[in-house]
């Protein structure tokens, strides 16, 4: 089964960037990749999905801000976050989805304040 490593987090101030990174195990380029976030008190909630034909589809709170894509070696899914606000705190997931299956990083925390 692929195991996935977050990394990328950290705290940033208000308006800041960060970008996320996911390294799998293995080639992801079959798989339909998604970043999800826990904030703080809250559940879990899907922030960008990238489908293996490359389509893509963001939490409409994120849209115009993140960007998921994944690099040409087919290993690594990346979430760049821009203009981040303190609502984007929480914890960060890598997904991995194939077949039904769904696999999860460990998460990485993600803090935006001033």
């Known amino acids: 089964q692929v195991q996935l490593v977050e990394s990328g987090g950290g705290l940033v101030q208000p308006g800041g960037s960060l970008r996320l990174s996911c390294t799998a195990s293995e080639s992801i380029l079959t798989y339909i990749m998604a970043w999800y976030r826990q904030p703080p008190g809250k559940q879990r909630e899907l922030v960008a999905r990238l489908n293996s034909n490359g389509f893509t589809n963001y939490l409409d709170s994120v849209k115009g801000r993140f960007i998921i894509f994944r690099d040409n070696a087919g290993d690594t899914v990346s979430l760049q976050m821009n203009s981040l606000e303190p609502e984007d705190t929480a914890v960060y997931y890598c997904?991995?989805?194939?077949?039904?299956?769904?696999?999860w990083g460990p998460g990485t925390q993600v803090t935006v304040s001033s």
């Open positions: 997904n991995a989805n194939r077949y039904r299956t769904e696999y």
